[in-house]
């Protein structure tokens, strides 16, 4: 049972365009979000998080939309650049019981030079 | 301010074997966490330690993992005896507190069982 969905494996974009990643979720008692960046070797690390009190959170050229009645959010990266190529993971967590982070599947992002 | 660490990187052992894990997380961090990372899925909880005791071990294969943080600051993950299925990242994080917080990934241990 996905609760949290990730249904792109993979993206491609140019460098300096605008990159979209997407999240849907099923479980509506989730109600923070957050996106993480991961590099290979690596460990995740967080990107950039949204409350289901907003609809957008904004920082620097990453914004998060989140669509409560849709269950959805959006990571959009303006001007997306090589460095942002990475796999990118949306978690959703209840603020209630244990906070439990529950991750998508991921996105793997290219930005073509 | 140093990040979470864990050893080993790398692990490969064969099936029935046993194998340990170690996590330090970032001082102060009340909150550590296991996770499971299986190629091509998103991290998935394991346990959750509040201090050195367990918040959550609800998605922990109890018959075969095991984990313990002694003193309320490092912890181990242990598989015993290990499976096929069990090859993963096996990745530690901590957090602050009880809450929404960020998490802190460590690197993480790829384990590979033949």
């Known amino acids: 049972d996905q609760q949290v969905k990730q249904n792109s494996p993979s993206l491609s974009v140019q460098e300096g365009r605008i990159s979209i990643l997407n999240c849907d979720y099923t479980?509506?008692?989730?109600?923070?979000f957050l996106w993480y960046k991961k590099y290979p070797a690596e460990g995740p690390t967080f990107l950039i998080s949204?409350?289901?009190?907003?609809d957008k959170n904004e920082d620097g050229r990453f914004t998060v939309f989140l669509n409560k009645s849709a269950k959805h959010l959006s990571l959009h990266i303006v001007p997306s650049q090589p460095g942002d190529s990475a796999v990118y993971f949306c978690?959703?967590?209840?603020?209630?019981?244990?906070?439990?982070?529950?991750f998508g599947t991921g996105t793997r992002l290219k930005v073509l030079a | 301010e140093a990040g979470v660490a864990q050893s080993p990187r790398y692990k490969i052992i064969e099936k029935r074997q046993s194998v340990a894990f170690w996590c330090n997380p970032i001082?102060?961090?009340?909150?550590l966490y296991w996770y499971q990372q299986i190629l091509g899925q998103g991290p998935k909880l394991l346990i959750q330690f509040q201090n050195n005791g367990v918040v959550d071990d609800s998605q922990l294969p109890k018959d075969r993992f095991s984990a313990e943080r002694l003193k309320g600051v490092d912890s181990t993950l242990k598989i015993q005896p290990a499976k096929l299925e069990d090859s993963a990242v096996y990745l530690c994080?901590?957090?602050?507190?009880?809450?929404?917080?960020?998490?802190?990934f460590g690197p993480g241990t790829r384990l590979t069982v033949l």
């Open positions: 994080a901590s957090g602050p507190g009880l809450a929404a917080d960020t998490q802190y």
């Open positions: 978690a959703a967590v209840p603020t209630s019981g244990t906070y439990k982070y529950i």
């Open positions: 001082s102060g961090h009340a909150t």
């Open positions: 479980n509506s008692m989730f109600d923070y």
């Open positions: 949204i409350s289901s009190i907003k």
